[in-house]
């Protein structure tokens, strides 16, 4: 009688989609088998990478040099059948040559604009906190609107257009600290460390086995910029009661008026975290949010939005303790 009762409300637990996500859910795994033929043990790391790009924002990636934030990224980009560059950010690096710059033309005299290395689709920055403030506010507009304004005139980027952007942790020498306005364009921070010690010795063996061979060799493209914009549009369908967007709303209204918080989040953030959870509920095969979608959100979302007062900050708090204690104080919906 008991199994009886427990196959019977395994039945009634069934559902079925109202959105078609086997294709996405394909094309997920498919990302997903293609990175585990080079990146070891970083299964979080890539997830949320996937669901970044489905939730059309960009990543920051901190780390200490070598735990592979560079190469995951540029494997990442070499899955999709997209336009990819990579920019290595210096102490003297200009605007210019992040957007690209004016140049006299003698034949037709006009100033042409020679775009720079951002017209792509999917780009890489490595070490983004080696620049001055006045280079990174030059990402300011393109990361947020899509778009460059240069001498009048409007240049849109294409789509898919990411930034995915590594650092090496702030008390490194030679860094500058990000300004807080271009944090809060970053869809997620990913922090990533060092590896367990059975997959260190994985990495050891892939390596060994690779023969010298480029990592980028063991990687093909699956997704095709048109695949990427019908995959994001599923996610906007992503249904989402309004419990949980009051659940969303009450969880970074507390961050504004918490005790151990100098700055709290923005309505960037509840957006930011709304459309994570949808991405988080397709990557999973759900066409609705779940209250799990959006605690998975919470921490990549917010850590680097989020300031601690100086007294907090002394005592070694960190933003994601913080961020515990707002998510344990709130109740969950039904």
């Known amino acids: 009688m008991e199994n009886q009762e427990v196959n019977q409300n395994k039945e009634e637990l069934k559902f079925e989609n109202r959105i078609p996500l086997e ?19 970083q299964q979080d790391f890539v ?22 934030k560079t190469i995951t990224a540029k494997l990442f980009a070499k899955c999709l059948k997209t336009n990819f560059s990579r920019i290595q950010f210096t102490p003297d690096l200009m605007p210019s040559d992040v957007l690209g710059t004016s140049i006299f033309n003698t034949k037709t005299s006009e100033f042409e604009f020679k775009k720079g290395p951002v017209f792509s689709n999917i780009i890489l920055i490595d070490e983004i906190n080696r620049a001055p403030a006045k ?13 460059v304004t240069m001498d009048g005139k409007l240049y849109k980027m294409e789509a898919p257009f990411m930034v995915l ?39 050891l063996q892939t390596h060994h086995e690779r023969k010298g061979k480029l990592p980028e060799t063991a990687v093909e493209p699956v997704l095709e910029p048109k695949n990427i914009e ?10 989402v009661e309004e419990k ?3 659940y969303i709303a009450e969880l970074i209204s507390k961050t504004r008026n918490h005790p151990h918080l100098y700055l709290g989040a923005s309505p960037r953030a509840s957006i930011a975290v709304m459309n994570a959870a949808k991405a988080f509920a397709a990557v999973n095969g759900r066409d609705f949010v ?6 998975n959100s919470l921490k990549p979302v917010l850590a680097h939005r989020l300031i ?18 707002i998510t344990q104080s709130v109740e969950i919906p039904r």
Do not use: C, W
Not at 290 to 295: A, L
């Open 165 to 203: 952007a590594t650092q090496n942790p702030i008390e490194q020498e030679g860094t500058y600290a990000l300004p807080e306005a271009q944090l809060d364009r970053f869809l997620f921070k990913i922090e990533v460390g060092y590896p367990e010690l059975e997959d260190e010795v994985k990495i």
């Open 230 to 239: 019908e995959l994001r549009n599923q996610i906007h369908e992503i249904i």
């Open 135 to 147: 280079t990174q506010a030059a990402l300011f507009e393109v990361m947020e609107e899509r778009q």
């Open 308 to 325: 601690l007062s100086p007294d907090r900050e002394m005592e070694g708090m960190t933003a994601s303790t913080v961020i515990d204690m």
């Open 23 to 41: 294709g996405l859910k394909e094309s997920v795994e498919s990302l997903k088998s293609q990175l585990s033929r080079v990146i070891v043990g």
């Open 244 to 246: 949980l967007l009051n």
């Open 290 to 295: 779940i209250p799990e979608d959006v605690k």
């Open 47 to 68: 997830e949320l990478l996937i669901v970044g790009l489905l939730a059309n924002g960009h990543v920051l990636i901190e780390g200490v040099p070598g735990v592979a």
